[in-house]
C-alpha cells in the first residue's frame, strides 16, 4: 500500500518478471553463465529478478564486486579475503593501461578517479559516495580505498619527498583507527558500526605529480545519545571498553578503574570484539601528534564519564529539596569531582538544581530539579563532554593530517555516510540520517538520470526517456518551505512551548496534509507519522522528537565544566564570554535557535555543495545477511538493499544511455590528435555531415572549424574500430554509440575507450616519431663529433710529424755537415800529413840511398819500381811473383812510402802470402780516441766529435779490402 502511495514501479518489474522466466532461463544459459557477467547492465533483460539471481552466482563463486552501468555493487564477503585488497594488486590496477577492463573492483574505482584528477578534465576534483545500509561494508571500503591511494598517489620524485609523503599517508591512515575508537560502536547490525557519518578529502599536489599532500575530515552527526543510553544487545563506543581492558595497573589506578567493576554506561563488557585494542589507539594516537600526557588526560576525563553514569538519585519526597544520591553512587561522585577536577558541591548543586532567570531584572530562580530531570542533565554533561571531545579529536587529526592550502590543488573526496534505517522505533537521529540518504538519493538521480535526459533534451538530442523515481516531493515534505516537518520541528523549539506527543503528530498531519510522501501509522499506538522514503516507508514516533531536536544544553552545566582544573577541560570549555551569552541566550530567549535539525541540514547543504562541484563515482555497499556470515545469499535482504539503492534505475538508464558527456571544446582539446589516423587512411573522403538535432543558422566561423574537427575526429571511429577487431579485441560490429549535441558530446564507455585507446596508439605513434628524430640527430651528431675528432687528431698528428721530421732534418743536416767538415778535416790533415812524409821522403832520398848501403841489385829495382809504381802494385798483388817482405817493399816503392821503420806504416798482406795485400795503414803517431755518441740517424750512428784533448795523429785507411784483388 506505502509503495503504491510512493508511486514505486516495482510492480512493473514484478509483472513482467513471470512471462519473461523461461526466455530468460533460455538466454541465460544456465546459472554457470551469470556469474561471469562483470555488469549488471549486461544481464537481459534488466530486471531485479536477473540482476539478483547474478549477484547470487557472483556471491557464491567469491566475486564480491560487479559494475553497474556508472555505479559499483560491492557485496560483503563477511570473511577475510586477503588477496583481494594487496599492495600487490593496488599497483596492478594502478599500472594496467585500461583498468576497467579488469576484474570490477573497488581499485577500479580508486584508479578511475586519480587518473580524472590527473586528466584534468572538468570537473577535475572528484568525489566517491559509498552507501549502504549498517554493516554493509562503507567502513571497510573507505578504508581500503585510502589504502589504495596510499599506495598509488605517493611520490616516487625523490627520496626526501617519498619520505614526507609516506609520512603523511601513515598519518592520514592513523586517523582511522582514532576516529573508529571514538566514533563506532558495537550494535546489533554491526559490530564495528560507525555512529557519525564522515567525508575524507584526501589532498592531491598537482596537476601533474599527484601526490597525496594531506587529508581533511568532516564528521556529521555524532550519535552521541549513545554515552548514555545504549540498548540492552548494543554497546557504548569501542574506547570505554577498551580503557577498561587495555589499561595497566598503575593506569587502572590513576583512573579509577579497578578491575571487574560494574558501569551502567558499559553494556555487555565481557564481549571480546577485535575492535577492542587499545594499544593500536594509542599507538594511532601517538602517531598524530598526541602525546601521551594527553592522551592519559583523554582516558582519565573517559573514566570520569563512566563513573558519571553511576551516578543514581533517589526520588525526592519534598519538591523543595533537590534528590538525594543513591547510596551506591556517593563513591562515583567524589571520583568523577576527582577525575574531572570539579568542585564536588558545585557539581552536585549543578546537576541537582536548575537556575532560571525571570523579570525585567533577570532574577535568578533555584529550582531543585526531580529524578527524571536530574538524570537527563547527568546524560547531557556526558554528552557535552564527549561530543566537545570528539570535535577536539577530529580538529587534532585535521591540523595534523590536513596539507597547506598552498601544498595542494586538486582533491579525492570519500563520503561515508549511515545507510538508510528503518527501526521499529525510530526518532530524530532516523529522521536525520534518512534525510541525509534522501539527499544523496537526489544528488545520485540528479546526476545520472533527470540531468541525463534534461541534458540530452537541452542538446537537442533524441532519447527514449526512461522513467525514474524522483524523491523531490519526499525531500520537500522534510525540509522543503515555508513548511516541511523539519520546518515545524524548528517552530516548536522556538517557541518553546510544552507540546506533548499527540499534540505534535496533529499538527504535522494537519499542516502537511495532502502530501504524496506523508503517511498516517493507524495500527500504532503511539502518536507517530510515517515518511515514504525513496527506500520505503519509515514510522517516526513524535515522542521526545522536539526535545532532542533542541538538545538543550542548561548554561549551568557549561558553567560547571568551565570551572575545571583538569588540562584537556579547559582546552574543551574555554572561558569565552561570548559563548557564554549565546549558549545562555539559545537557552532562555526567543531569537533564533541552533537546534539539531538545522545545524544538520546546514551541513548537509554545505557537503552537497562539494559533491556538486566534483565528478561523483557511486559504490553501492550490499549486506548479503543481516547475521554477518560468510556464504549466505539471503535474496529477501538483498532486494530490500537493491530498491532502497536505487540500483535497477542506475542499470536502466546506463545501459540505454550516454554515461559520458564532454564539451565539444574538450573533447577537440583531447582528440584531436585522432584526425592523423584519418587523413593516414583516406585524405579524400567526403566533408563530414552535421549532427542530429543541429537545426541553427550558419555557425560562426570559430564554431565551423570546431564543428568540422568535430566531425573530423567521430569520422575515425570506424577506424578506431576497424583497428580493435583486427587486434582481436571484442567489439561491437555496429558503430560507437556516440552523439553530437549543441555544445556537448555524448558517448557510452566503450566509445570512450575505443577513443583512447586511438589516443594511445596515436601518441605511441608520435612518441616514436620523436624518439626516431631524436636518435637521428643524436647519431648525427656523434657523427659529425667522431669525423671533427678525427681530422684534429689527424691535423696534429701530421704537426707533430712534421715538426719531429724537420728537428731529425735539423739534426741530420747538422751531423752531415760536421761529418763534412771532419772528414775535409781529416782529408786534410791526412793529405798534410802524406805530404809531409813525402816531402821527408823525396828529400831525404838520396841520403838514404847513400847512407845505407843497400845491395846494388835492390836499388837497381827500387828504382825500376818508381818508375813503374803501377806495376809494381800488380805484382805486389799478384798470388805469384814477389813474396814477404820483397813484396812489402814492392808496395812500398810503388806508394812511394818513405821506407822508415814499420812504425809509420802498417802493410798488411794476406795470410800465406797468397793472396797480396789486404790494407795499408798509417799508423798512429800517438794515442787517437774516438769519441762515439749514437746519434737519432739511422745511419749516423757514429759521430766522432772533434775534440781538443782527444786526437792526436790519425789513422788513415790507405787501402782496404775484404777482398783480395785477383791480379
Ligand atoms: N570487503 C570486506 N572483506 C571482508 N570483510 C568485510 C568486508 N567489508 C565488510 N566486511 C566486514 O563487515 C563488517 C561491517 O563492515 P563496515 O563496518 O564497513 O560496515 P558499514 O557499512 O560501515 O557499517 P556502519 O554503517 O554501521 O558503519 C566489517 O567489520 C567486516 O568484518
Known sequence: LLAEVNGHSLGTDA????????????????????????????????????????????????????????????????????????????????????????????????????????????????????????????????????????????????????????????????????????????TLRNNNSSRFGKFIQLQLNGPRAQQMTGAAVQTYLLEKTRVACQTSSERNFHIFYQICKGASADERLQWHLPEGAA???????????????????????????????????????????????????????????????????????????????????????????????????????????????????????????????????VSVINSSICADPNAWTTFIGLLDVYGFESFPNNSLEQLCINYANEKLQQHFVAHFLRAQQEEYAVEGLEWSFVNYQDNQSCLDLIEGSPISICSLLNEECRLNRPSSAAQLQTRIESVLAGRPCLGQNKLSREPSFIVVHYAGPVCYHTAGLVEKNKDPVPPELTRLLQQSQDPLLKVLFPTNPKENSQEESSGQSRAPVLTVVSKFKASLEQLLQVLQSTTPHYIRCIKPNSHGQAQTFIREEVLSQLEACGLVETIHISAAGFPIRVSHQNFVDRYELLRRLRLRASSGLHSPSHAKGHSKGPPPAKEATLQSLLQDILHTLPILTRAAATLGEPVEARPAPVRCGRTKVFMSDSTLELLECGRAQVLEQCARCIQDGWRRYLHHKQERQRRAAVLIQAATRSWLTRKHIQRLHTAATIIKRTWQKWRIRMASLASEELDGAEEQHLSQDPRSLSSTPLPLVQNRLLGAIIRLWPLGLVLANSAMGVRGFQRKLVVRACLQLPSGGPSSYAVQTAQHDQAGITSIRALPQGTIKFHCRKSPLRHADICPQPSPCSVTGFNQILLERHRLIQV
Open 263 to 393: 558501569f551502567s554506561w558499559l553494556p555487555n563488557p565481557e564481549w571480546t570484539l577485535e575492535e577492542d585494542c587499545f594499544e593500536v589507539t594509542r599507538e594511532a594516537m601517538l602517531h598524530l601528534g598526541i602525546d601521551t600526557p594527553t592522551q592519559n588526560n583523554i582516558f582519565k576525563v573517559l573514566a570520569g564519564l563512566l563513573h558519571l553514569g553511576n551516578m543514581q538519585f533517589a526520588d525526592s519526597e519534598d519538591e523543595a529539596q533537590p534528590c538525594q544520591l543513591m547510596d551506591c553512587a556517593k563513591w562515583s561522585v567524589k571520583t568523577l569531582a576527582s577525575l574531572l577536577q570539579l568542585p564536588r558541591d558545585t557539581l552536585l548543586e549543578t546537576l541537582r538544581i536548575r537556575t532560571i532567570k525571570a523579570g525585567r531584572q533577570q532574577q535568578v530562580f533555584r529550582k531543585p530539579c526531580s529524578r527524571a530531570e536530574c538524570d537527563t542533565r547527568r546524560d547531557c554533561l556526558a554528552k557535552l563532554v564527549y561530543a566537545r571531545l570528539f570535535d577536539w579529536l
Open 15 to 186: 509483472q513482467s518478471r513471470e512471462p519473461l522466466r523461461g526466455d530468460l532461463q533460455n538466454f541465460l544459459g544456465g546459472e554457470t553463465l551469470l556469474h561471469q557477467l562483470d555488469d549488471l547492465t549486461k544481464v537481459n533483460p534488466v530486471t531485479l529478478e536477473t540482476v539478483l539471481r547474478c549477484l547470487q552466482a557472483r556471491y557464491m563463486t567469491d566475486t564480491f564486486y560487479t559494475n553497474a552501468g556508472c555505479a559499483l555493487v560491492a557485496l560483503n564477503p563477511f570473511k577475510p579475503v586477503p588477496q583481494l585488497y594487496s599492495p600487490e594488486l593496488m599497483r596492478e590496477y594502478h599500472a594496467a593501461p585500461q583498468p576497467q577492463k579488469l576484474k570490477p573492483h573497488i581499485f577500479t574505482v580508486g584508479e578511475q578517479t586519480y587518473r580524472n584528477v590527473k586528466s584534468l578534465i572538468e570537473p577535475v576534483n572528484q568525489s566517491i559516495v559509498v552507501s549502504g545500509e549498517s554493516g554493509a561494508g562503507k567502513t571497510w571500503t573507505s578504508r581500503c580505498l585510502m589504502k589504495f591511494y596510499a599506495v598509488v598517489a605517493s611520490s616516487s620524485t625523490s627520496w626526501e619527498s617519498h619520505q614526507v609523503a609516506e609520512r603523511i599517508e601513515q598519518r592520514i591512515l592513523n586517523s582511522n583507527p582514532v576516529m573508529e575508537a571514538f566514533g563506532n560502536a558495537c
